[in-house]
């Protein structure tokens, strides 16, 4: 069993940068990839970014304007999210999720391992 809790979202103003902090706990070991997530007021949680946990391998849209980076720390069990000029409808809860199996990244339904969310709100 896997473990996730996310931290760092706060509020910040336009262009301001933001990293946010997601650390795994349990069977670690299990883990094939991470993800970040998202999910503002009236939307459907969106995909952001993810990574492979044993390799550099990673995954994104376009829609994300290339202003996110994932980033990963195996030895701490850690993974982040490096925001930059962020904007007013980067405002949403943020979500931290975990694949342990081999499936596709940028699918919703692959995660089964979930943290609670953290808030970023961008005030202009």
């Known amino acids: 069993q896997v473990q996730l809790v996310e931290s760092g979202g706060r509020l910040v103003q336009v262009g301001d940068s933001l990293r946010l902090s997601c650390t795994a706990s349990g069977r670690t070991s299990s883990i094939y990839a991470m993800g970040w997530f998202r999910q503002a007021p009236g939307k459907e949680r969106e995909f952001v970014e993810a990574?492979?946990?044993?390799?550099?391998?990673?995954f994104s849209t376009s829609s994300m304007e290339g202003r996110f980076a994932i980033s990963r720390d195996n030895a701490k069990n850690m993974v982040y999210l490096q925001i930059d000029r962020l904007k007013p409808e980067d405002t949403a809860i943020y979500y931290c999720?975990?694949?342990?199996?081999?499936?596709?990244?940028?699918?919703?339904?692959?995660?089964?391992?979930w943290g609670q969310g953290t808030q970023v709100t961008v005030s202009s």
């Open positions: 999720a975990a694949i342990t199996s081999p499936k596709k990244v940028t699918d919703i339904s692959s995660y089964d391992t």
């Open positions: 990574t492979l946990w044993t390799r550099s391998s990673t």
